[in-house]
């Protein structure tokens, strides 16, 4: 098998991907998650939408201060406790 096929396989075992901000945990079992939130400091700030969901000073927050992706970060960590 190719480095490729291979890689395919890998990412396969994975689930499909899921947009975080749009389900719920268990996001159908899957361990990719994505999203399309605005990151905190914008676009325009190097490696902004990279960091937005691993910075504090960068992930997108609600109204009340609560991070957006938490319920996706406990998910792919195992939290139990959502």
Do not use: C, K
């Not at 749009?22 to 400091?41: A, E, K, S, V, W």
């Not at 914008?42 to 927050?61: E, I, W």
């Amino acid at each position: 098998m190719g480095i490729r096929a291979n890689l395919t396989a890998l990412i396969a075992s994975f689930g499909d991907p899921v947009q975080a901000e749009l389900n719920q945990p268990p996001y159908d079992g899957t361990h990719i998650l994505f999203t399309d939130l605005r990151p905190t400091l914008g676009y325009d700030a190097p490696n902004a939408p990279h960091q937005s969901t691993t910075r504090d000073n960068n992930t997108p927050l609600g109204p009340d201060g609560t991070p957006l992706l938490r319920d996706a970060w406990r998910y792919l960590l195992r939290n139990e406790d959502n």
